[in-house]
């Protein structure tokens, strides 16, 4: 295992915000669409319905911490949206941005999240990831993420 680079977590700005608010719904609605059987407009729509269900005042929203992650040179490396829940916090999203891939940025990421996490005083995080998503299943277990749920399906 690598050592993670340095990497500082800030809070978004509006821009940033604005910006990645739009990716993540992208994102997201491409990863439920073939997950629950929608079409693409569909999963969209899905995924902007939830996303103002979880963040209906935005980047003011009580609760949920959004942050970018710089490189140690200030670049703008990633993303990570955590909700500070209790009993037990969970991560929404994490990030790297697609130029800024297979630098060891996505595990510097979580250890920070992880890290801020303690310091608000939790010894838990929990996080969902889709099955095909192979490399972050595989980061996830090298931090000593544990399966406490899984779902499956067949195709007939």
Aim: charged share 25%.
């Amino acid at each position: 295992m690598s050592t993670a680079p340095q990497i500082t977590l800030r809070p978004m700005t509006e821009d940033e915000f604005t910006s990645w608010h739009e990716r993540i719904g992208v994102g997201y609605a491409a990863a439920i669409g073939p997950a629950r059987a929608l079409t693409p407009e569909q999963a969209l729509e899905q995924s902007h319905k939830e996303m103002r269900q979880l963040l209906p005042d935005g980047l003011a929203t009580e609760g949920h911490l959004l942050w970018s992650a710089c490189a140690a040179d200030g670049t703008l490396v990633g993303d990570l949206w955590i909700h500070a829940r209790k009993p037990v916090p969970f991560i929404y999203d994490i990030e790297v941005r697609e130029d800024q891939r297979g630098h060891g940025y996505g595990r510097a990421i979580m250890l920070a999240g992880e890290e801020e996490c303690r310091q608000r005083g939790f010894d838990r995080l929990d996080l969902n990831v889709f099955g095909y998503n192979t490399t972050a299943i595989s980061l996830y277990d090298s931090l000593g993420y544990v399966v406490i749920s899984q779902q499956m399906r067949k195709e007939l």
